[in-house]
């Protein structure tokens, strides 16, 4: 009896964490993005691992001056409000699933909505493209679309 529900617990968890398409590593394609009003970073790595609530995402950049951030944040696809570490932007991520290869992100700080995100899985799982708007944190209006390759 205990084999049986292992197995149908493991059945479900791989179903859930299959279906998102972003689960694994992806470096940023600076060629093929766009950044507005700019500039891009020099690199950006996205890891995406699933957990039993959800998944975690770690972003690395590293930008022309040299600095580098790593924001974090563990998170569902469910509509409720996610801390995010490492920012000094954006505290708060609210994650919808639309598909198997979309999502929608919220991003907030201090309790305002600052910009909205759309993530985009290719069909064949090789490329996602995360096209972003809102305002940064000096009013400035943001157009970004970036795109990434999978490793």
Excluded at 80 to 101: H, N
Excluded at 114 to 123: K, L, N, T
Excluded at 128 to 140: E, L, P, V
Aim: aromatic content about 8%; proline content about 5%.
């Amino acid at each position: 009896m205990l084999s049986k529900r292992l197995l149908m617990v493991l059945l479900t968890a791989s179903g859930i964490w299959a279906a998102d398409a972003s689960i694994g590593t992806w470096k940023l394609n600076v060629a093929k993005s766009t950044f507005r009003p700019g500039p891009p970073p020099v690199t950006e790595t996205r890891v995406y691992k699933a957990q039993s609530t959800g998944v975690m995402t770690t972003v690395k950049t590293t930008w022309a001056d040299k600095l580098s951030t790593t924001v974090e944040y563990p998170a569902n696809y469910d509509g409720k409000d996610y801390p995010v570490d490492g920012s000094r932007d954006v505290d708060v991520v609210v994650l919808t699933r639309i598909d198997d290869f979309t999502s929608a992100a919220t991003l907030k700080h201090f309790g305002k909505e600052i910009g909205v995100a759309r993530r985009v899985v290719s069909p064949d799982g090789k490329t996602m493209t995360i096209s972003y708007k809102g305002i940064n944190t000096r009013g400035d209006r943001v157009d970004n679309v970036a795109v990434y390759d999978r490793q």
